[in-house]
């Protein structure tokens, strides 16, 4: 087994495991292992690493609880509602068309998985299952590293402030506003803190995502502004990794230290399918 450090050489951020069999998965050592890597390089690809559900599941449940959709059972082409579609099947199992407002279009806008939950996701796992010939790349940024490169003063004012997310919010910003009460209902608003300390490697991070609506306490104007300038300086070049996807591969990564994006893909020939299950934060 080798570990492939990704990126600028200057930063540990983004690496590829290679050689790791599917066996290999069942065992304390590569779960700590797994652990340990996510830890140091936030991004953690797995390469040859064909999985079916069954396996994806049991491979998430030794890192913690696993979400749930709050979904109707009307939009998802899946019945467990522990995994998750990503890509351009729709609920028919058909190429989707991409000219209507869709739930998964926020995909595209930075963001962290579920931040508009109170138990918000800790570990992504999204598992490639179909790709086209040539695969649209996955992007993050490092929001330890753009935590870092604040001034003295700037981390001093934002070191307590609390932000509030929402869905609804989130969704609006690509087009879709058509939830259920029920879905609604299950999505209230949450706050989160702005600044977070990973608790294994003690690092400090910014918490974003494109569910951030206002600072909690600031006039809406101001926070919002607040939050665009962090996003904008979060998302520097300097900052980002793009993930370029192999065949049957297995990404991970933490939440809690990153946002990420889909870049766009669209296609009337090729499916893209990838399977996305996601482990929530102790209570």
Known sequence: MLIEPLGHPGREFGAVIHDLRPEELRTEATIAMLNDALARYAVVGVRGMPLDDEAQLALADRFGPIHQSILDASRRRLA??????????????????????????????????????????????????????????????????????????????????EVEHSVLVQRAKCGFTDFTDEERRQAPAVRHALVRQHPVSGRRSLYLSSSASHIAGWPLDQGRTLIEELLEHATQPAFLLSYAWHANDLLLWDNSVTMHRATPFESTEHRRELRWTAVVEAA
Request: aromatic content about 6%.
């Open 80 to 161: 467990d509602r522990r995994l998750n579609d990503v890509g351009n099947i729709d609920v028919k199992g058909n190429l989707k068309d991409a000219t209507a407002p869709a739930y998964g279009d926020s995909n595209l806008l930075w963001h962290s998985d579920l931040t508009f939950l109170a138990r918000p996701a800790r570990i992504t796992l999204l598992s490639a299952r179909a790709l086209p010939p040539e695969p649209p790349p996955t992007e993050y940024v490092d929001m330890r590293a753009a935590w870092d490169a604040l001034p003295s003063d700037r981390k001093a004012l934002l070191a307590s402030l």
